[in-house]
Antibody
Framework: EVQLVESGGGLVQPGGSLRLSCAAS????????MNWVRQAPGKGLEWISY????????YYADSVKGRFTISRDNAKNSLYLQMNSLRAEDTAVYYC?????????????WGQGTLVTVSS | EIVLTQSPATLSLSPGERVTLSCRAS??????LAWYQQKPGQAPRLLIY???NRATGIPARFSGSGSGTDFTLTISSLEPEDFAVYYC?????????FGQGTKLEIK
């Protein structure tokens, strides 16, 4: 069974940093591209970052470019999101999501999400 | 950036009714459009990909159609578990974007 489990969320002050993790199991993690998608409270979904299976290709939404860094460790079956210079508008539930197949942009499995709250 | 506009924002319907949700793209996305369902406190679930293909395990009452800029998601006969928020999403280019969602509520 495919499982994605996020962790690392919490309360952080504006300007602070946080590192999210997504632990994958039930599939060959190193063969799949991965994404982070977030959802502000009561709002819709926003794709924020993508990483290819090898980690060689990365994309970011403009809203997080230069502040967030996506990475992965295929040996540990884990995806990461380093978030720096956090702002109040980054408050959201952060989901990791798997690409259905190479380059698909179709998110077939999602984690349960981890809440990040940016507030003083 | 491609903007996806969903309509209506909210729909109030009864179980057993047929419903059609709309998603319009600001420019052509070919058939590269997906639909997701999200229930309160849960992660989104993939329903339809590439406009009309049902994802694994999705009941046949869900169907999608469209191409270019206009897309629809149809639920042929609403079940109680179908009341949720529905999002469309394109994969035509970067950034991937989602529509703002349509909330399906029980009348």
């Amino acid at each position: 069974e495919v499982q994605l489990v996020e962790s690392g969320g919490g309360l952080v002050q504006p300007g602070g940093s946080l590192r999210l993790s997504c632990a994958a199991s039930g599939f060959t993690f190193s063969s799949y591209e991965m994404n982070w998608v977030r959802q502000a409270p009561g709002k819709g979904l926003e794709w924020i970052s993508y990483i290819s299976s090898s980690g060689s290709t990365i994309y970011y939404a403009d809203s997080v470019k230069g502040r967030f860094t996506i990475s992965r460790d295929n040996a540990k079956n884990s995806l990461y999101l380093q978030m720096n210079s956090l702002r109040a508008e980054d408050t959201a539930v952060y989901y990791c999501a798997r690409d259905r197949y190479y380059g698909s942009g179709i998110y077939d499995y999602w984690g349960q999400g981890t809440l990040v709250t940016v507030s003083s | 950036e491609i903007v996806l506009t969903q309509s209506p924002a909210t729909l109030s319907l009864s179980p057993g009714e047929r419903v059609t949700l709309s998603c319009r793209a600001s420019q052509s996305v070919s058939s590269y459009l997906a639909w997701y369902q999200q229930k309160p406190g849960q992660a989104p679930r993939l329903l339809i990909y590439d406009a009309s293909n049902r994802a694994t395990g999705i009941p046949a009452r869900f169907s999608g159609s469209g191409s270019g800029t206009d897309f629809t998601l149809t639920i042929s006969s609403l079940e109680p578990e179908d009341f949720a928020v529905y999002y469309c999403q394109h994969r035509s280019n970067w950034p991937r974007t989602f529509g703002q969602g349509t909330k399906l509520e029980i009348k």
